[in-house]
């Protein structure tokens, strides 16, 4: 909590990545890449609650392992390559106070962004 202000992290994790498949489990040094988010966003004392929400259930079990929850499947509807990370952030803050019984003040995520840059 910070200020009186609960906060949900969501890691949005989709298994079907077209550029490198199954990226977010890819091994680096021994851990899954997705391990090193996790412990992240475990070390930040603020966070009320952090899971990840993904369409995979290997992703899930990796994620159980490394004590980071996943209370639900994200849907097939929201796991294709045009769908917008606002809609599954809205689809994990909408379940996520369904199932834990709370409201959320901000939510902070993983989608990281790309400036692409013109060569003059």
């Given at each position: 909590?910070?200020?009186?202000?609960?906060?949900?992290?969501?890691?949005?994790?989709?298994?079907?990545?077209?550029?490198?498949?199954?990226?977010n489990i890819i091994?680096?040094?021994?851990?899954?890449?997705?391990?090193?988010?996790?412990?992240?966003?475990?070390?930040?004392?603020?966070?009320?609650?952090?899971?990840?929400?993904?369409?995979?259930k290997k992703y899930q079990k990796i994620a159980k392992k490394d004590s980071v929850e996943t209370p639900f499947l994200r849907s097939k509807k929201l796991s294709g390559d045009n769908v917008?990370?606002?809609?599954?952030?809205?689809?994990?803050?909408?379940?996520?106070?369904k199932i834990y019984k709370k409201k959320f003040d901000f939510v902070v995520t993983n989608i990281t962004f790309e400036k692409k840059r013109r060569c003059n």
């Open positions: 909590m910070y200020k009186q202000k609960k906060i949900l992290a969501v890691i949005l994790a989709r298994s079907g990545s077209k550029g490198i498949r199954n990226k091994k680096i040094k021994k851990k899954p890449l997705l391990n090193y988010t996790t412990g992240l966003i475990k070390r930040i004392k603020i966070i009320d609650k952090a899971i990840i929400s993904t369409d995979s917008s990370d606002d809609i599954c952030l809205l689809d994990a803050l909408i379940k996520c106070e």
